[in-house]
C-alpha cells in the first residue's frame, strides 16, 4: 500500500485556475485508488474555490494544519511510516520519512513580476524544490526554464497536464440543453457560432489588447466572450470603446458551459506571451474548434502537429479560412495520475 499526503493550500489560495484544476483531478483520482492511502493537509481558512466542495475529502483522512503565515511554511505531521508528500502550491513536508514531490507548473513571477512580490514568490518556490525528492513539470518548456533559473542540479520529470474528457465535440441535442443554462441573450450570440473566444485572466502577457484587436476586425455581426479573469477594469471598457455592446463577460462557468462555447466559436484567441501548458488551446482541440495562439513558451510543444492551432509570432490580422475540424484528445488526466502514482 503506498501512502500519499497531499498538500491542498491551493484551494485556500484560488477562487478557480489551472492548478487547483489539476489538483481538483489528482485528488479525485486519489480518492477513488484502493491501492493508495491517501491524506490531505487542510487548513481552516475560508474556500471560495469552485473545485473543493465536489471534493468531499473523508474527514478521517484530514490534517488540520494552522500556523502563522500559513502558505510560505513548511508543514510538519506525525508519521512515523514512509510514505510521499505532494505539495500543492510549493510547501514542503518537514516530516522526516516523506520523498518531497513539488509540481512545478511556470515561471510567470520570474518572467513578468517585480520587486517583493517577485523575490518572495521565487524564494518560496525554489526553497520547496530544493527540498524535493523529485520535481514534476507539466511540459518540457517549464523544466527548461527551472534548469534556466536554478542554482543547483534538480531531479526533474516531464509530467504533462491532462484535460477533461468533458471537453468533446457536442451533438445538436447536448447543445440545445447547455444553451438553457445561459441567458436567452448570451444562448443566442452562442448558437449563431459569430464569436471569437477569450479565457482566463487578461492582464499584463495574456494579451488581451491584441484579442480585442483582432476582434474588432471581424464584421459588426461578430461579437467577442471573456470568460473569468474577474470584472473589467474601466481600462478595459476603454479598449472595447464603441464595441462594449459586441462584448459579453462570462463568470466561472461548468465544464459543459465551456465546452459548448468551445464548439460554437469561430476560434479561440489565446494570445499568452508565456505558459506553462496552455491549458484552454488544448481544451479548444479536444472539441474541434480553432485557436490563434501565440508560437511562444510551452505553446507550440502542445500544439505540434495540431491542424487546428495557428500559431502566430505577434498580433497582426485574424488569418483567413478559420472552421472548426476534428476534435482531437491527446492529454488525458488519468494518463496524469498513472505517472505521477509511479513516482510515489
Known sequence: ???????????????????????YEI???????????????????????????????????IIKYNKFLNRYRGVNYKETR?????SSYYRYSKNKNAANITIVHDFTYEYFSSGLRKIVHHWQKMKAIYKSDTAICISKNTQNDLNKF?????DSVVVYNGVSDAY?????????????????????????GNYVLFVG????YKNWK???????????NYYMISVGGGEL????????????????????????????????????????EYEGFGLPVAEAEQCGCPVIAMNKSSIPEIAEGSKLVRLVDGPGLLPPGLTHGEAVKRFSWDETYFNIKRLI
Open 27 to 61: 485528488i479525485k483520482r486519489l480518492l477513488a485508488d484502493k491501492e493508495v492511502e491517501s491524506h490531505f493537509i487542510v487548513s481552516d481558512g475560508k474556500k471560495d474555490n469552485i473545485y473543493w466542495d465536489r471534493l468531499n475529502l473523508p474527514e478521517d483522512k
Open 201 to 204: 485572466q487578461r492582464g499584463g
Open 233 to 272: 477594469t474601466g481600462e478595459e471598457i476603454k479598449l472595447l470603446a464603441n464595441d462594449c455592446k459586441r462584448h459579453f463577460k462570462l463568470g466561472a462557468l461548468t465544464e459543459e458551459q465551456l465546452c459548448l462555447l468551445y464548439n460554437k466559436a469561430y476560434c479561440l484567441l489565446y494570445l499568452s
Open 150 to 154: 536554478s542554482k543547483r542540479k534538480v
Open 168 to 192: 468533446h465535440a457536442m451533438t445538436g441535442v447536448e447543445v440545445a440543453d447547455a444553451l438553457k443554462s445561459l441567458t436567452v441573450e448570451t444562448a443566442t450570440v452562442i448558437e449563431s
Open 1 to 23: 500500500m503506498k501512502i500519499i499526503y497531499i498538500d491542498t493550500i491551493i484551494f485556500d489560495l484560488q477562487h478557480a485556475g489551472g492548478i487547483s484544476v489539476y489538483f
Open 210 to 220: 491584441s484579442a480585442v484587436d483582432l476582434f474588432k476586425q471581424l464584421p459588426e
Open 82 to 86: 514512509k510514505h510521499t508528500f505532494i
